[in-house]
Nanobody, 121 residues
């Protein structure tokens, strides 16, 4: 089952900004940590940022200071503000639950279509 819809990606120049959005079903979003994952060419999918139901946030070192994750419970929407984008950020970005036990998605998790972020001159 697909519980989320990602949008907001695009083609930007290095140093530019994008804001990705993830609209989730209420039951999927509620009482769960939610995160943004990305998969770059020739690399495995990685968790880059997540936010707990209480609002605490975590980031992978490579995006700290540049990316900000936030959520709007009333809109069942999560955002990823990406600033100072680098070519290395080029990837398909996905949102999904983050299991508190492993700080990763479940092995059999279903994924949305993702949104392509391309950073290039």
């Amino acid at each position: 089952q697909v519980h989320v819809v990602e949008s907001g990606g695009g083609l930007v120049q290095p140093g530019g900004s994008l804001r990705c959005s993830c609209v989730a079903s209420p039951t999927f979003f509620s009482r769960s940590a939610m995160g943004w994952y990305r998969q770059a060419p020739e690399k495995q999918r990685e968790l880059v940022a997540f936010i707990s139901s209480g609002g605490a946030t975590n980031y992978v070192d490579s995006v700290k200071g540049r990316f900000t994750i936030s959520g709007d419970n009333a809109k069942n929407t999560m955002y990823l503000q990406m600033n100072s984008l680098k070519p290395e950020d080029t990837a398909v970005y996905y949102c999904n639950r983050v299991l508190y036990t492993s700080q990763s998605a479940a092995p059999g998790a279903s994924w949305g279509q993702g949104t392509q972020v391309t950073v290039s001159s």
